[in-house]
């Protein structure tokens, strides 16, 4: 009897816990569709199409809309964040994704013993740096190179046959810088994971390749790598919710373009996170509330974004895994 006591305990209390994972995705969806359902009931479906961000005559009286009480000319609008948040995150991804294979294939592979263990410690080393450190690299040493340097040889290369390339070229603030930053940030995540995987692969299946005449390279293209399709998958799709919520170094570099859509790579954004994080202090200042309402609904749509993506991520994982 005091054994399935203890079992009882022990099955409960492990249940209780790993419920709090679940529980807590529920609780902040939940806190975040309270809070943004004012905002939802006065925007409608035009939050999502429209580039019109405008907090209302902070100076006058509040009137009545519709049943909500809201600033004259107010009016919120994200499509501009929608595709700045996505924009920035996809090109991160793919910069980052090459990078952190062929390093994860250089730590793995190219070097032994101690330097090994020394790039290890420093890639991870890389995934610790805060993000605000990033974001202060991007503007102190990025910007002025990108924007003197890069931008103009990309312009003057590529411009005239590409439209994405064509100027204005600006100072250096904008999509592509952004999404330097951001790459940078993701690498060492993309590195670290499939850098230890490559190592565990068993030695087997690199002597069977040898044994056939494969080089080390070889090897490591037809028999490695084919076998970590799926954690490559996994890995970037983290790489992605990473760079999709990011705040202070975007906002550090992105230009916080306001109620405008990139026409080219140069060009100024915003993303949801970094626009909640600049936007929320002017926003404490309308009397009605429905700025931060507004927030508020960004933020689940975010949030919404994140889900969709990991979402995305198991089918990925799971088509992947039924075809092998």
Same mark, same amino acid.
């Given at each position: 009897?005091?054994?399935?006591?203890?079992?009882?305990?022990?099955?409960?209390?492990?249940?209780?816990?790993?419920?709090?994972?679940?529980?807590?995705?529920?609780?902040?969806?939940?806190?975040?569709?309270?809070?943004?359902?004012?905002?939802?009931?006065?925007?409608?479906?035009?939050?999502?199409?429209?580039?019109?961000?405008?907090?209302?005559?902070?100076?006058?009286?509040?009137?009545?809309?519709?049943?909500?009480?809201?600033?004259?000319?107010?009016?919120?609008?994200?499509?501009?964040?929608?595709?700045?948040?996505?924009?920035?995150?996809?090109?991160?991804?793919?910069?980052?994704?090459?990078?952190?294979?062929?390093?994860?294939?250089?730590?793995?592979?190219?070097?032994?013993?101690?330097?090994?263990?020394? *790039? /290890? +410690?420093?890639?991870?080393?890389?995934?610790? $740096?805060? =993000?605000?450190?990033?974001? %202060?690299?991007?503007?102190? @040493? #990025?910007?002025?190179?990108?924007?003197?340097?890069?931008?103009?040889?990309?312009?003057?290369?590529? *411009? /005239? +046959?590409?439209?994405?390339?064509?100027?204005? $070229?600006? =100072?250096?603030?904008?999509? %592509?810088?952004?999404?330097? @930053? #951001?790459?940078?940030?993701?690498?060492?995540?993309?590195?670290?994971?499939?850098?230890?995987?490559?190592?565990?692969?068993?030695?087997?299946?690199?002597?069977?390749?040898? =044994?056939?005449?494969?080089?080390?390279?070889?090897?490591?293209?037809?028999?490695?790598?084919?076998?970590?399709?799926?954690?490559?998958?996994?890995?970037?799709?983290?790489?992605?919710?990473?760079?999709?919520?990011?705040?202070?170094?975007?906002?550090?570099?992105?230009?916080?373009?306001?109620?405008?859509?990139?026409?080219?790579?140069?060009?100024?954004?915003?993303?949801?996170?970094?626009?909640?994080?600049?936007?929320?202090?002017?926003?404490?200042?309308?009397?009605?509330?429905?700025?931060?309402?507004?927030?508020?609904?960004?933020?689940?749509?975010?949030?919404?974004?994140?889900?969709?993506?990991?979402?995305?991520?198991?089918?990925?994982?799971?088509?992947?895994?039924?075809?092998?």
């Amino acid at each position: 009897m005091q054994n399935l006591m203890d079992r009882l305990r022990f099955h409960w209390g492990l249940g209780a816990v790993a419920a709090l994972l679940p529980l807590s995705l529920i609780v902040i969806v939940v806190f975040l569709f309270i809070s943004a359902w004012p905002a939802i009931k006065f925007n409608g479906l035009g939050f999502l199409i429209h580039n019109s961000w405008n907090l209302g005559n902070m100076y006058a009286d509040p009137i009545t809309v519709h049943g909500t009480e809201v600033l004259p000319r107010a009016n919120y609008g994200v499509l501009f964040l929608i595709v700045g948040t996505l924009l920035t995150a996809l090109i991160a991804l793919v910069l980052a994704v090459p990078m952190g294979v062929y390093a994860a294939i250089f730590l793995a592979e190219g070097l032994g013993g101690w330097t090994r263990a020394v *790039g /290890s +410690f420093l890639v991870e080393l890389l995934a610790a $740096v805060p =993000s605000v450190v990033y974001g %202060l690299w991007g503007y102190l @040493v #990025l910007i002025p190179f990108l924007g003197k340097e890069v931008f103009p040889w990309l312009e003057h290369t590529f *411009g /005239s +046959f590409i439209p994405v390339f064509r100027g204005p $070229v600006g =100072s250096g603030y904008g999509l %592509l810088t952004a999404s330097i @930053v #951001l790459g940078f940030m993701v690498v060492p995540l993309i590195t670290a994971s499939l850098r230890d995987a490559i190592v565990a692969t068993p030695a087997a299946l690199r002597e069977a390749g040898a =044994s056939l005449g494969a080089s080390r390279m070889e090897v490591v293209r037809r028999i490695i790598m084919p076998g970590q399709k799926q954690l490559l998958i996994g890995v970037s799709i983290l790489a992605l919710g990473r760079a999709l919520g990011e705040t202070m170094a975007v906002l550090m570099v992105s230009g916080n373009a306001l109620n405008s859509l990139p026409g080219n790579i140069y060009d100024p954004v915003s993303t949801m996170a970094s626009f909640i994080a600049s936007q929320l202090d002017s926003a404490m200042q309308d009397p009605t509330g429905m700025a931060v309402n507004a927030l508020a609904e960004i933020a689940l749509l975010l949030m919404v974004i994140s889900i969709l993506v990991n979402a995305a991520a198991r089918g990925l994982l799971w088509l992947s895994g039924n075809r092998t």
